[in-house]
């Protein structure tokens, strides 16, 4: 599991991503903090979207519970289950031969008890083959979080917009910008540090408070909607390469437009289909 890695150098084409690695391990993630080289981080729910994610050079692939959205068509993240993120974990595993595979635990798998927390972390582990765990919290999931990890299995946290508490917050808007949430911010990642967690996800903070958090922890933080200053970023795949339409936040940059390639290669088969073009007589046995 920890190879040495060679990771000293940005590659000739300015990208930061070394090909001779051959995989992405907690340790890598903690090394690279140390060099000053930035995590990349991306979500995938299935076999071959994890493969080009993979083959791509991403650091960590992360089987997100967004897959409720992006996936399964809900409107939270709430509805899905363990099972549910085990078939998605399990077939991104498949693909990934490079990356460190974290899988979320959802929402009511580790909320009620730490022996229960302990439990959905094993079944991911063992039924999908995943490297590690996500949980959303802070002090509150600290029992879980020192089980998990006395279990052997890496834990990252999730701390600022934590959407399965969105029917708390009442909005998905940036958190953390009044005082007392900041602060409870700073310590839960600390707490987090010190439990032993591996990195922390910042969602949706202020970029400044994710740079103070970022300077003050010595494991790296994944921001989303966090900022330039920290360690690494993460988006969910289907914003980054435009297939959900509509969903342009300011922090999403938007690297393709899929929706619209997919749409027009569909509009063209249905075409061809209606007008007997395809298929023709070389397609055709
Ligand atoms: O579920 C998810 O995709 C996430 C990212 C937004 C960090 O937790």
């Given at each position: 599991?920890?190879?040495?890695i060679?990771?000293t150098?940005?590659?000739?084409?300015?990208?930061?991503?070394?090909?001779?690695?051959?995989?992405v391990t907690?340790?890598?993630?903690?090394?690279?903090?140390?060099?000053g080289?930035?995590?990349?981080?991306?979500?995938?729910?299935d076999?071959?979207?994890?493969?080009?994610?993979?083959?791509?050079g991403?650091?960590?692939?992360?089987?997100?519970?967004?897959a409720?959205?992006?996936m399964?068509?809900?409107?939270?993240?709430?509805?899905?289950t363990?099972?549910?993120m085990?078939?998605?974990?399990?077939?991104v595993v498949r693909a990934?031969?490079?990356?460190?595979?974290?899988?979320?635990?959802?929402f009511?798998?580790y909320q009620?008890?730490?022996?229960e927390?302990?439990?959905?972390?094993?079944?991911?582990m063992?039924?999908s083959?995943?490297?590690?765990?996500?949980?959303?919290?802070?002090?509150?999931?600290a029992?879980?979080?020192?089980?998990?990890?006395?279990?052997?299995?890496p834990?990252?946290?999730?701390?600022?917009l934590?959407?399965?508490?969105?029917?708390?917050f009442?909005?998905?808007?940036v958190?953390?910008?009044?005082?007392a949430?900041?602060?409870?911010?700073?310590?839960d990642?600390l707490t987090?540090?010190?439990l032993?967690?591996?990195?922390?996800?910042?969602?949706k903070?202020?970029?400044?408070?994710?740079?103070?958090?970022?300077?003050?922890?010595?494991?790296?933080?994944?921001?989303?909607?966090?900022?330039?200053h920290?360690d690494g970023?993460?988006?969910?795949?289907?914003?980054?390469?435009?297939i959900?339409?509509?969903?342009?936040?300011?922090?999403l940059?938007q690297?393709?437009?899929l929706?619209?390639v997919m749409n027009?290669?569909?509009?063209n088969y249905?075409?061809d289909v209606?007008?007997?073009?395809?298929?023709?007589?070389k397609?055709?046995y």
């Amino acid at each position: 599991m920890y190879n040495s890695i060679p990771l000293t150098s940005k590659s000739a084409n300015s990208m930061s991503v070394n090909k001779e690695i051959k995989r992405v391990t907690t340790r890598t993630v903690q090394e690279m903090k140390m060099r000053g080289e930035k995590v990349s981080m991306l979500t995938a729910y299935d076999y071959s979207l994890a493969t080009i994610v993979d083959d791509a050079g991403v650091d960590i692939i992360l089987v997100g519970d967004s897959a409720s959205n992006v996936m399964a068509g809900h409107e939270t993240t709430l509805p899905i289950t363990l099972d549910q993120m085990i078939y998605h974990a399990a077939s991104v595993v498949r693909a990934a031969k490079r990356a460190l595979v974290i899988v979320d635990l959802p929402f009511g798998s580790y909320q009620g008890n730490s022996k229960e927390a302990l439990n959905s972390a094993i079944r991911i582990m063992k039924e999908s083959g995943a490297h590690g765990v996500k949980l959303e919290g802070g002090i509150e999931i600290a029992e879980s979080v020192t089980r998990i990890l006395a279990a052997g299995i890496p834990v990252m946290g999730h701390l600022g917009l934590t959407p399965q508490s969105i029917y708390k917050f009442g909005t998905y808007t940036v958190r953390a910008k009044e005082d007392a949430e900041a602060q409870k911010l700073r310590d839960d990642s600390l707490t987090l540090q010190e439990l032993g967690c591996f990195g922390i996800v910042l969602e949706k903070i202020p970029a400044l408070l994710a740079k103070e958090v970022t300077e003050s922890l010595s494991i790296p933080t994944v921001g989303i909607g966090a900022g330039q200053h920290c360690d690494g970023q993460v988006l969910v795949i289907h914003d980054m390469l435009g297939i959900n339409k509509g969903f342009k936040p300011r922090f999403l940059r938007q690297y393709a437009s899929l929706y619209d390639v997919m749409n027009d290669a569909i509009k063209n088969y249905v075409a061809d289909v209606k007008s007997a073009d395809f298929p023709n007589e070389k397609e055709q046995y």
